[in-house]
Nanobody, 121 residues
């Protein structure tokens, strides 16, 4: 199983992007999902989280009101909408998910390969 992240790119400050994270093959269920980012020369940081049913979300303070995390369980896909982007949002964005491969199994932790977001001033 792989998590395939996409949607990154180069955008001007104030612009928007929508990141996607899709499980590569049939799985039973995805539990909690997260988006992290790592800027050049910095440690990876948690940006947003979403519960399995989508009712609970959390955000890192600097992205509150600008980023929105969501998911489509029927498509085994998570999303991160990035609005009003700032140069300091430039980073590689990674999705992370707890995946249950088959009914009755434990969840396993998977990471996507990362997608680069570059915001120019």
């Amino acid at each position: 199983v792989q998590l395939q992240a996409s949607g990154g790119g180069l955008v001007q400050a104030g612009g928007s992007l929508r990141l996607s994270c899709r499980a590569s093959e049939n799985i039973f269920r995805i539990n909690d999902m997260e988006w992290h980012r790592q800027a050049p020369g910095k440690q990876r940081e948690l940006v947003a989280t979403i519960s399995r049913n989508g009712r609970r979300t959390t955000y890192e303070d600097s992205v509150k009101g600008r980023f929105t995390i969501s998911r489509d369980n029927a498509k085994n896909t998570g999303y991160l909408q990035l609005n009003n982007l700032k140069p300091e949002d430039t980073a590689v964005y990674y999705c992370n998910a707890r995946v249950v491969l088959s009914a009755g199994e434990y969840e396993y932790d998977y990471w996507g390969q990362g997608t680069l977001v570059t915001v120019s001033s």
